[in-house]
């Protein structure tokens, strides 16, 4: 998955397809076939089904080509972009149906556990000697085995209630009566085989020629994430489903709010945090500690101390083309919303927009020292801003200057010119334009250069312990409100990126309001806003309505107020409440009889 040797198993056993090969390959002779049994014979055939079942974790980095495996970051209020065909803006439009529904999310899931399922039935074939122990093979039977629980947990938090697959299906199974299963079936399955998974997998990995295999610490991950999901709105007796009913009468979604989940998932999360740390995992620093560094880095650094799971992206340039400025050679195109940028707090601590008033204008916080007009007259600490940009992006959250490129902002050595005449405005060539006034930094490696083609390997983190503190914070705040624990796990993070901890007298509410605002800035663009967003019940406000921006089409210069001009730059639509839940495409539904579409589609 990660490295060459990983990578160079799985093209083997991609390109081989395993059954028709060459002789060479395959040891018979070219008339010959060789049966499943027969490939499970050998260690290293069993060892590339092993790696093939790896090739479904998804490739979240991409938010625009390949949006139909990822097109949750582009749905979601973090971000928008000029270009529209892209499947996130289709959804954005409001135009999301069963028939244009992209099917990747169930299919390349599915195809994963096929993979997995084959390996698991098949694995027992495969002698122990000398070089392949019994417990080498029990670890790669828990792997796979955590595999196969990850693809669940990916359906079911895209579409619910999901078809559990634990077995390969047989030529005489009946493939069009497989039906959906109720969710706290699907959730009992993923956490069980979770369970048996992680007594058998190493909780970090130590062994380079292993780097990028799957460890106890995800397994510790994925049931946290998992315990959280089912204790919020979404998933806890949700008035939306309680007619949700299978073919035969099964409710496939609980009626019942169980507050208990709640503690449940707290407990879950604090246990991942105590297993990852004593196993050496911890909240990534630079050596010298600078808070925008700390940030930065944790998201180019690749295996660091704080990564539970991240899939290589080779050298992928994606992300680099859509966020480079124009002038570098980037195409401009992942533009950050005005409701991000709006979402970071003052470098006190102080939130600096309360609200919005009918006409989109923000409700300032007078006890902050946000203003929307004027120019900073002095550069900031550690360049964080220039003398001379608009006062709204200075004494920011540090995360602020390691997540947006904003007007005046130093990238590369170049001052980005974001107004309409500027060096990285729209102009008046083509569609590769900013269209907020911002740009995604987080993410991008700033020592490419896309004008020589020169590019990093780069991995894209999945899971980390940071987004743990938070989980754990959010679960034991709904279960016992603002204690000491609550404090403490959000102090941790604010602390990683030098804020200040939060005041000490919070109410439940208040710190609630405070750890989703908390988790919309430390997680941003990292496919948690979308579902953050879904399982709390406020989607249909934060996708919907219009999105603001600078307004791009003025400025002649740096300073021009014009550009500064809060300007709706698209109205979104979210129709409720089917947008909820992701549909199933109709061409999966159409095959199979038993197989129930979402809610509402």
């Not at 084959?118 to 417990?135: A, G, V």
Request: glycine share 6%; charged share 25%.
């Amino acid at each position: 998955m990660k490295y060459t040797k990983f990578i160079t198993y799985l093209l083997v056993a991609l390109l081989s397809s395993f059954f028709y090969s060459c002789a060479d390959y395959l040891d018979k002779a070219p008339e010959e076939d060789i049966t499943m049994e027969e490939a499970f014979l050998k260690r290293n055939y069993a060892e590339a089904f092993l790696n093939r079942a790896y090739s479904a974790i998804p490739l979240e980095n991409h938010f625009t080509d390949m949006a139909d495996v990822n097109p949750f970051v582009l749905a979601s209020d973090e971000i928008t972009m000029p270009w529209p065909e892209k499947f996130g803006k289709l959804m954005n439009r409001g135009a999301l149906n069963p028939y244009n529904a992209t099917g990747r999310i169930w299919i390349n899931m599915y195809e994963g556990i096929r993979q997995c399922n084959i390996f698991l039935e098949n694995i027992h074939l495969t002698p122990t000697d000398k070089d392949f122990s019994e417990s080498e093979k029990n670890t790669w039977i828990a792997e796979v085995t955590l595999l196969r629980a990850l693809y669940h947990f990916y359906i079911i938090r895209t579409y619910g209630p999901c078809i559990i697959m634990d077995h390969v299906i047989k030529t005489d199974e009946k493939f069009n009566e497989l039906r959906r299963s109720p969710l706290d079936d699907c959730i009992k399955f993923v956490l069980d085989e979770v369970n048996k998974a992680i007594p058998a997998l190493p909780m970090k990995i130590t062994d380079t020629s292993r780097l990028g295999h799957v460890t106890g610490a995800l397994g510790h991950a994925i049931k946290a994430r998992l315990l959280l999901y089912r204790a919020s709105d979404l998933w806890n007796g949700c008035p939306l489903y309680k007619d949700y009913k299978d073919a035969d009468g099964t409710l496939l979604f609980p009626q019942v709010r169980e507050d208990k989940w709640w503690k449940e998932a707290a407990n879950a999360a604090k246990e991942c945090i105590d297993a990852c740390e004593a196993a050496g995992y911890k909240l990534y620093r630079v050596p010298s500690d600078e808070p925008v560094e700390n940030y930065t880095n944790l998201f180019r650094e690749r295996d660091n101390c704080e990564v539970i799971l991240a899939r290589n992206c080779s050298t992928d340039p994606d992300i680099e083309k859509c966020c480079f400025p124009r002038s570098l050679g980037g195409w401009s195109g992942y533009n950050p919303t005005q409701a991000q940028v709006d979402a970071y707090e003052m470098e006190d601590g102080v939130v600096p927009i309360l609200g919005y008033n009918p006409d989109g204008s923000p409700i300032i916080n007078p006890a902050s020292s946000y203003k929307e007009t004027g120019f900073a007259e002095s550069d900031g600490p550690n360049g964080r801003w220039k003398a001379g940009v608009s006062n709204m992006y200075t004494h920011r959250d540090p995360r602020f200057y390691a997540t947006i490129n904003f007007n005046g902002a130093i990238f590369k050595g170049h001052q980005i010119e974001l107004w309409a005449t500027g060096a990285d405005g729209r102009g008046n060539e083509g569609r590769d334009y900013c269209t907020t006034g911002y740009l995604m930094k987080k993410h991008v490696d700033s020592f490419a250069d896309i004008t020589q083609g020169r590019f990093s390997l780069r991995s894209w983190i999945l899971f980390r312990l940071g987004e743990f503190y938070l989980n754990y914070a959010e679960a034991l705040n709904e279960a016992e409100g603002p204690i000491d624990d609550v404090h403490k796990y959000v102090n941790e993070i604010r602390a990683r990126s030098g804020m200040p901890k939060l005041p000490d007298n919070l109410t439940k509410d208040q710190m609630r309001e405070r750890i989703r605002r908390e988790r919309q800035v430390e997680l941003a663009y990292e496919t948690h806003r979308y579902f953050d967003c879904h399982r709390w019940l406020i989607a249909e406000k934060t996708e919907s309505g219009p999105v603001y921006g600078m307004n791009i089409a003025a400025g002649t210069h740096l300073q021009d107020p014009a550009f500064y001009e809060r300007t709706i730059v698209e109205t979104r639509i979210f129709q409720y409440p089917q947008y909820y839940l992701f549909p199933i495409m109709q061409a999966e539904i159409d095959k199979m009889d038993a197989l129930m579409q979402n809610p509402y589609w």
